[in-house]
C-alpha cells in the first residue's frame, strides 16, 4: 500500500484503474475534440494542424481523466470508488476535471494564446462551453460503461 496523505490507495491496483479509466476516456475524448474543431479558430488551419491538435488534446484529456480518478480515490478513500462511491467519486472526478479545464482555456486563450474560439463557441464567463460540457457529459457515460462492464 502506498500512503498519500490521509488515504490509503492499493498501490498497483488503484495505478491500474486509473490506467484503465484514461484509457477509456481515449475514444469519448477522439470524438469530443474532433467534434468541437469547428468551436476554436482552429479550423482554418491546416489539416496537419488540425490533426496534431486533436492528438495533442486527447492524450490530454487521457491524463486529465487519470489524475481525475486518483483524486476520486483519494477523496472516496477507494482505488474502486466507481463500484463502491459511484456518485462521489463521480462529483470529485467532475469538479477537478472542469476546475482545470477553466484554468487550461483561461491559460491557452487568454495568457499563452496557444488557441482561440471560433464565434460559435458558447462561452460561460469567457470560458469556452464545450470542453466544461465534455467533462460534465463523458465522466458520467464512462461511469455507466465501466459499471455496465463489470456487472
Same mark, same amino acid.
Given at each position: 500500500?502506498?500512503?498519500?496523505?490521509?488515504?490509503? =490507495?492499493?498501490?498497483?491496483?488503484?495505478?491500474?484503474?486509473?490506467?484503465? *479509466?484514461?484509457?477509456?476516456?481515449?475514444?469519448?475524448?477522439? /470524438? *469530443?475534440?474532433?467534434?468541437?474543431?469547428?468551436?476554436? %479558430?482552429?479550423?482554418?488551419?491546416?489539416?496537419?494542424? =488540425?490533426?496534431?491538435?486533436?492528438? +495533442?488534446? %486527447?492524450?490530454?484529456?487521457?491524463?486529465?481523466?487519470?489524475?481525475?480518478?486518483? =483524486?476520486?480515490?483519494?477523496?472516496?478513500?477507494?482505488?474502486? *470508488?466507481?463500484?463502491?462511491?459511484?456518485?462521489?467519486?463521480?462529483?470529485?472526478? /467532475?469538479?477537478?476535471?472542469? %476546475?482545470?479545464?477553466?484554468?487550461?482555456?483561461?491559460?491557452?486563450? &487568454?495568457?499563452?494564446?496557444? *488557441?482561440? &474560439?471560433?464565434?460559435?463557441?458558447? %462561452?460561460?464567463?469567457? =470560458?469556452?462551453?464545450?470542453?466544461?460540457?465534455?467533462?460534465? /457529459?463523458?465522466?458520467?457515460?464512462?461511469?455507466?460503461?465501466?459499471?455496465?462492464?463489470? +456487472?
Amino acid at each position: 500500500m502506498m500512503r498519500l496523505g490521509t488515504v490509503w =490507495i492499493r498501490g498497483k491496483r488503484g495505478l491500474a484503474a486509473a490506467l484503465r *479509466w484514461s484509457l477509456l476516456a481515449l475514444p469519448f475524448s477522439l /470524438i *469530443w475534440e474532433w467534434a468541437q474543431v469547428p468551436l476554436y %479558430t482552429l479550423a482554418e488551419d491546416g489539416a496537419g494542424d =488540425i490533426v496534431f491538435a486533436i492528438v +495533442h488534446c %486527447t492524450l490530454g484529456d487521457a491524463a486529465i481523466a487519470f489524475s481525475g480518478y486518483l =483524486i476520486a480515490a483519494l477523496l472516496c478513500r477507494a482505488s474502486d *470508488w466507481p463500484i463502491r462511491a459511484p456518485s462521489a467519486g463521480t462529483m470529485s472526478l /467532475i469538479l477537478f476535471s472542469v %476546475t482545470f479545464t477553466v484554468w487550461s482555456e483561461w491559460y491557452n486563450v &487568454y495568457r499563452a494564446n496557444n *488557441w482561440d &474560439y471560433a464565434g460559435a463557441m458558447p %462561452t460561460v464567463l469567457g =470560458i469556452g462551453l464545450s470542453p466544461l460540457l465534455q467533462w460534465t /457529459i463523458v465522466p458520467v457515460a464512462m461511469l455507466a460503461i465501466w459499471r455496465w462492464r463489470l +456487472h
